[in-house]
């Protein structure tokens, strides 16, 4: 399923960014919470394998609200009236005349406020870890929501630097690499200025008194720990008539993060009656993760337009080496790909031969593999074995592929050497793993490659290329060519 196309949807004056994605029978318009951004969401594994769960079984229908994201720059902090019109506007442009409403955080009260105001386009309504009640109102119900701000407040101050990944999801928050993301995602999102004309909204709202007047049918969920105090998605659910109230475990409030599928599946159930997408296929992988090392430093060197032009050429080359060792492109993750293969050892050389041959344009890589039982949803990868290879990508340094002890395993007797580089605590994975690095000389896999008839022994040709591909890829043929080759020099 790829990402979708980006359109407009004029709402008065201003232009509203949308997107939709799936056929289904049904259509579910996503709101946003405080920050969002239509493309860089798609550069997050976490979010894009959350929408693409929500996908299978409906329309989805995204958009950015006025002043953040792709959608118009606006002066100062929106009202709710006129971000109500943005969500009639989207819906009026993708031709939906009723649509279940899924509001997040922020975007909660804002998609309770239109299933109240108009009933005769909701289906349905669910709202995720939703704000009731802003911490600064007078009677505010939970005062532990004040500590909570002040946090997010802090983050403000050091807008673009991902440190609203600190609350919104501290699951993964040690991750270098997703740290950074997330600060460019903030910084996609909206200016610090905007940030926090947003927020000093958001710390005043209160939309009580409008829940009783709800009709349509209520789901609303809430993680136990959310940085949103449970007390406010309970109090949702007491005023709505007819509300069902699921509490959810964890503390992780970006959707996707901790456990996608029980949100997804309750959303799914609530509003299909089964959930089909609950038990998705299994199958056994080798799950490769690729990073390039001092991506934000290499950008504000080029320049955008350079470092674009880069990027594709780094894009070009990796789905090339993917098609050659028969591996599966899951998607991009970042400044990296997320893979699959069905054997480790041709996982271990496409590695190998991507970090080499980008090596030739400047880009240096980390990589990181794991074999284990992945499961499938649509064209997406997930479960504990993709966790792991991430974090063992994370481990990994510059130039460097690093395995599991399961990938150690499994390719004994391929002639790939492997360094011990002992054991290691991965992030959010039980126990202690024992990491190994494919041995290197000169930057080249130690992989058998046959020495070339020709050419420099300082700088090498055609011929020497040739030989390192045909090893990586085909390492029996090789060996054998370099025997014959042994042999007539002999004779």
């Not at 240096?364 to 074999?371: D, F, K, P, S, Y």
Request: with cysteine.
């Amino acid at each position: 399923m790829p990402s979708p196309k980006t359109s407009y949807a004029k709402s008065g004056d201003v232009n509203v960014a949308y997107q939709v994605l799936g056929d289904g029978p049904l259509d579910l318009v996503y709101v946003w919470g405080w920050i969002s951004h239509l493309d860089f969401q798609w550069m997050d594994p976490t979010v894009t394998s959350f929408l693409r769960r929500l996908a299978s079984f409906s329309r989805l229908i995204m958009f950015d609200k006025r002043g953040t994201g792709l959608s118009d720059p606006v002066g100062s902090a929106p009202g709710f009236e006129e971000r109500m019109d943005d969500i009639r506007a989207v819906m009026d442009a993708v031709g939906s005349e009723r649509a279940a409403l899924l509001g997040f955080s922020e975007g909660a009260a804002l998609s309770a406020l239109f299933a109240a105001s108009h009933p005769e386009r909701v289906t349905g309504l669910i709202l995720y870890d939703s704000v009731v009640v802003g911490p600064m109102v007078a009677d505010a119900l939970d005062r532990r929501y004040e500590a909570h701000a002040l946090t997010i407040r802090g983050t403000i101050d050091r807008w673009g630097e991902g440190e609203t990944m600190l609350w919104i999801a501290p699951s993964l928050a040690d991750s270098g690499l997703l740290r950074r993301f997330w600060g460019m995602f903030e910084r996609g999102s909206m200016s610090p200025g905007m940030a926090l004309s947003l927020w000093e909204v958001i710390q005043r709202e209160d939309v009580r008194d409008v829940l009783p007047s709800i009709t349509v049918p209520t789901l609303v969920l809430h993680h136990a720990d959310s940085p949103i105090p449970a007390s406010q998605g309970r109090l949702m659910a007491e005023l709505i008539p007819g509300a069902r109230y699921v509490e959810l475990p964890g503390q992780d409030h970006l959707p996707g993060a901790g456990d996608p599928e029980a949100i997804a599946g309750e959303v799914e159930e609530f509003l299909t009656g089964t959930r089909a997408g609950g038990r998705p296929d299994r199958v056994l992988a080798t799950v490769l993760f690729t990073d390039i090392v001092d991506s934000t430093r290499r950008a504000a060197e080029l320049g955008d337009s350079a470092w674009r032009a880069l990027r594709e050429r780094h894009d070009a080359l990796v789905r090339s080496q993917l098609e050659l060792f028969r591996g599966r492109e899951v998607k991009q993750t970042g400044d990296g790909f997320l893979a699959s293969f069905d054997g480790p050892a041709r996982a271990i050389r496409c590695a190998c031969s991507i970090g080499e041959e980008l090596r030739e344009l400047g880009i240096e890589i980390r990589a990181g593999l794991h074999t284990g039982e992945c499961e499938v949803i649509g064209d997406d990868l997930g479960g504990v074995a993709v966790h792991v290879a991430a974090r063992v990508g994370a481990h990994a340094g510059s130039g460097e592929v690093l395995v599991s002890g399961t990938v150690k395993d499994l390719v004994m007797g391929s002639g790939i050497d492997l360094a011990d580089r002992g054991a290691h605590e991965l992030k959010g994975i039980p126990g202690e793993w024992r990491l190994f690095a494919v041995r290197t000389e000169d930057g080249q896999a130690s992989i058998p490659i046959p020495q070339p008839a020709t050419g420099s022994a300082d700088q090498p040709g055609l011929t020497d290329r040739a030989g390192r591909r045909l090893a990586r890829s085909a390492p029996g043929l090789a060996r054998a060519t370099a025997r014959a080759l042994r042999r007539r020099s002999t004779a």
